[in-house]
């Protein structure tokens, strides 16, 4: 999850509950419209997988750091993707008192940009992880 918090734009990564990992700038956030991005740089095109992740404001980092591991399975399409709120469980517990934790700002934009595109053997191996965990985590229902 990407927020503001105490002024600072803050990353939270919560692996079901089990690993956890978070990042936050050190400067908090100028006043005015600010543009807030976080780029994640995948080791590889697979699940679970690690990779540097980068805060940026106004297109400058201002937090770089490293995620061992990614989720290895997948969540539905909009599993994880509340927009100015936190609609399920909080991703970071230190603001659990404050959930559903409503951005009270404007929001003029969000843009998801999934780059480099993957190969066709890449998307090929990555589809066939997925059917095999899915497959595996069905038969142990």
């Known amino acids: 999850a990407l927020y503001v ?15 956890e990992y978070t990042q ?32 940026l404001v106004n297109g400058e980092p201002v937090a770089v750091g490293r ?32 959930a559903p934790f409503r951005f009270n700002g404007e929001i003029k934009q969000v843009v998801f940009d999934i780059a480099p595109d993957m190969s066709d053997e890449d998307r090929q191996a990555l589809h066939e992880h997925a059917a095999q965990t899915l497959a595996a985590h069905g038969a142990s229902a």
């Open 24 to 55: 936050a700038a050190e400067t908090p956030l100028p006043a005015g419209d600010v543009g807030v991005e976080m780029v994640f740089a995948a080791d590889a095109p697979k699940p679970a997988t690690g990779g540097e992740v980068t805060l």
């Open 67 to 98: 995620m061992e591991h990614t989720v290895p399975a997948r969540f539905s399409g909009y599993a994880g993707m509340d927009i100015g709120c936190d609609n399920g469980l909080v991703v970071d517990r230190s603001y659990a008192d404050k």
């Open 5 to 19: 918090q105490d002024g600072k734009l803050k990353h939270h990564y919560s692996m079901l509950g089990v690993l």
